[in-house]
């Protein structure tokens, strides 16, 4: 299959870039490196994007970004930058990417566990995953040609606590969390939420 990871470069990306790079070709989108670049925010570079990958198997986007911070703290312009990035980012490659994918093609988008299982500091985190979640539920009804879409939900990956300097020990390490999205290209999954934790 081609598989269009986005996001290839980045903690997640690049273990599931190398989870499928032996049997699949992959191109590698990246913000600042990879293959090809794209920012996710910009309808413009999306289009052009997809007009340089051609037609393609599976997308999966493993990039988004989202404001953690207290109801304090946070403002209202704050709320948005997630808005616009992760929650509006991966509908955006949702919408031009079903332009170019084969029949029967798969995509996977990402949130994450704070949508179920919110702490404080994560309001905007939570409502953009929570809205994903929600998003995909609804587009796999109205998928034509056979097209799959679906999304993980990683909990808190090893090697980011580690990076932030917390106690890792709860994490979970990329490259399990890698196999998740292998996992949400298989034919079973339609508009589902593959939560990380139970695939391990
Ligand atoms: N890590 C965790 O513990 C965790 C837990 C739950 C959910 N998640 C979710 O999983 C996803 C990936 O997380 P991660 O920790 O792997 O992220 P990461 O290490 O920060 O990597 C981010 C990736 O996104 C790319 N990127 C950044 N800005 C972009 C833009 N405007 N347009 C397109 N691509 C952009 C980066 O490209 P460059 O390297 O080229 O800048 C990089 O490849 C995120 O949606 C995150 O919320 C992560």
């Known amino acids: 299959m081609k598989i269009v990871v986005i996001g290839a470069t ?13 049997e699949h070709e992959v191109v590698k989108v990246g913000n600042s490196q990879g293959d090809l670049l794209v920012d996710m925010t910009s309808t413009e570079s999306i289009a052009a994007l997809f007009k340089k990958t051609g037609r393609f198997d599976a997308l999966i986007c493993a990039a988004g970004h989202a404001k953690f911070s207290s109801l ?17 980012g991966q509908v955006a ?4 990417g079903r332009k170019y994918i084969n029949d ?6 990402t949130s994450g566990i704070l949508s ?6 994560s309001s905007s985190i939570s409502m953009i995953n929570a809205g994903l979640e929600g998003f995909v539920r609804a587009a796999q009804l109205e998928s034509e040609r056979g ?34 999205y292998v996992e949400s290209l298989k034919d079973s999954h339609r508009g589902e939420i593959l939560d990380v934790r139970r695939y391990l």
């Open 10 to 22: 980045g903690t997640i990306g690049k273990e599931v870039v190398k989870a499928l790079e032996k």
């Open 72 to 88: 304090n703290e946070l403002t209202y312009e704050d709320y948005f930058l997630g808005l616009r990035n992760k929650l509006m």
């Open 147 to 180: 097209i799959r879409i679906n999304c993980v939900s990683p909990a808190w990956v090893k090697e980011t606590m580690e990076a932030m300097g917390m106690d890792s020990s709860p994490g979970i390490p990329a490259a399990q969390v890698a196999g998740v």
């Open 104 to 109: 029967e093609g798969a995509m996977t988008l």
């Open 116 to 121: 179920q299982e919110p702490m404080p500091g």
């Open 93 to 96: 490659l949702f919408l031009e």
